[in-house]
């Protein structure tokens, strides 16, 4: 398996903007996750799946952020309008009731001008 | 609220001693813990676990300690090798659902 795949890696956009971060979780893992990670809060829980369903979103920081998990392959995190205060990396995670800790993709590096 | 926290940012550590990282957590109901290694530009990567039944795990240079009276474990690399240079980051989760993660401590190894 490739692992986790997030795309794009880096992203420059104008405050304003609607930014759409996509990642691809590890085949048959049921559980993903949405991080950030900034130097006050290291890495943030944002949102977290299973099974496609979204059980705690707690950790999105506002209405401007979103995301969807159509099905078990596919994941998306939009902000819309973006700000420069959303600047950060951005990681998605994978979990699979068979393993015993989270896979993470390489991140997209964010940059809202 | 951060439930798991890593109170020193920084630390640097002589090449071949011994390197302890700290984490602290509040959250009495979190059952397994892990700490994971990043490299810039990289994502973190798993390093070692321990469950909460223990008090202690042992990977190679790699030692989790627990203790759970306390809400703390740390992790000890012995010897540290220049190579052990990243930022580590303490997480914790409860009946294997969400990990929550602390804001890291970046390690510096001097050779």
């Known amino acids: 398996d490739a692992g986790v795949i997030q795309s794009p890696r880096h992203e420059v956009t104008e405050m304003g903007q609607e930014v759409t971060l996509r990642c691809k979780p590890i085949?048959?893992?049921?559980?993903l996750f949405w991080y950030r990670q900034t130097m006050m809060r290291g890495l943030e829980l944002l949102i977290y799946?299973?099974?496609?369903?979204?059980?705690?979103d707690s950790g999105m920081p506002e209405d401007r952020f979103s995301a969807k998990m159509p099905n078990a392959s596919f994941s998306t995190l939009k902000i819309q309008p973006s700000e420069p205060r959303d600047s950060a990396v951005y990681f998605c995670?994978?979990?699979?009731?068979?393993?015993?800790?989270?896979?993470f993709g390489q991140g997209t590096r964010l940059t809202v001008v | 609220d951060q439930q798991v926290k890593q109170n020193s940012p920084s630390l640097s550590v002589q090449e071949g001693r011994i390197s302890i990282l700290n984490c602290d957590y509040t959250?009495?109901?979190?059952?397994?813990f892990l700490w994971y290694k990043k490299y810039p530009a990289e994502g973190p990567t798993f390093l070692i676990s321990?469950?909460?039944?223990?008090d202690k795990n042992e990977d190679g240079r790699f030692t989790v300690f627990l203790n759970k009276s306390a809400k703390h474990l740390s992790l000890h690399i012995v010897p540290s090798q220049p190579g052990d240079s990243a930022v580590y980051f303490c997480?914790?989760?409860?009946?294997?659902?969400?990990?929550?993660f602390g804001t890291g401590t970046s390690l510096t190894v001097i050779p």
């Open positions: 997480a914790a989760s409860a009946y294997g659902n969400q990990f929550y």
């Open positions: 799946f299973n099974n496609n369903v979204p059980i705690d």
């Open positions: 995670a994978s979990y699979g009731r068979v393993e015993t800790e989270a896979f």
């Open positions: 085949s048959g893992h049921n559980s």
């Open positions: 321990i469950s909460s039944i223990k």
């Open positions: 959250n009495s109901m979190f059952d397994y």
